[in-house]
């Protein structure tokens, strides 16, 4: 359903400016489809961007990015030529290279690219995010995968920070966890100023 809603350049969420892309590029250069297959052997970059929700015990499941791996890789088995394969999700440090080693068992190939590239973005404000970033951050295998993402980006104004994966998925948890001691921090200024009189300036 959400995918018969794009195609018809219709946003199935609200994100401020997402209806006026979706008029603008859909039928041109962007278009949204269920074949995985026909995604990947008609692009040479692909980006995982699935879930990594929390267990109940807290630890992050990893299973939609898995299984995102093993079709892409079983996909690519079939695709002449490099491919470069991008993990935008939220995952510990060490999935990328997982994601490698999935994607080369069942590809059977080793010659194809994988890069790490975390988002920062605000919901409701996830277009302006992406199209006005602070910083962009490359966590790269290698040199050739590096070069052909930060292409890719090379005409945003931003730094591009180019890392190893491992740091690459650290700095998303870093910036998610100063993010969430500043609201903590501000949520108990919050309770304690509820519990004593401020008085106005004279």
């Given at each position: 359903e959400k995918v018969d809603l794009i195609n018809r350049k219709i946003s199935p969420i609200y994100e401020e400016g997402l209806k006026e892309i979706l008029e603008e590029y859909v039928g041109k250069n962007l278009s949204a489809t269920l074949d995985l297959k026909k995604a990947v052997l008609?692009?040479?970059?692909?980006?995982?961007?699935?879930?990594?929700?929390s267990k109940k015990d807290d630890s992050i499941d990893l299973k939609h990015i898995k299984e995102s791996a093993e079709q892409i890789g079983k996909i690519l088995k079939e695709k002449e030529?490099?491919?470069?394969?991008?993990?935008?999700?939220?995952?510990?440090?060490g999935t990328t290279e997982k994601v490698k080693d999935i994607i080369e068992k069942f590809?059977?190939?080793?010659?194809?690219?994988i890069c790490m590239n975390p988002e920062f973005l605000r919901e409701g404000k996830a277009v302006h995010d992406f199209l006005n970033p602070?910083?962009?951050?490359?966590?790269?295998?290698?040199?050739?995968?590096?070069?052909?993402?930060?292409?890719l980006y090379k005409s945003f104004s931003c730094p591009i920070l180019r890392v190893d994966l491992k740091t690459a998925e650290m700095i998303k948890y870093a910036s998610n966890a100063f993010l969430a001691t500043k609201i903590s921090f501000i949520n108990e200024i919050g309770n304690i100023l509820s519990l004593i009189h401020i008085s106005e300036p004279t």
């Open positions: 008609s692009t040479d970059i692909t980006f995982i961007c699935v879930g990594t929700p030529g490099y491919h470069l394969i991008v993990v935008k999700s939220t995952v510990v440090p590809s059977g190939k080793e010659d194809f690219g602070d910083r962009i951050i490359i966590g790269k295998y290698d040199k050739k995968s590096g070069d052909i993402l930060y292409d």
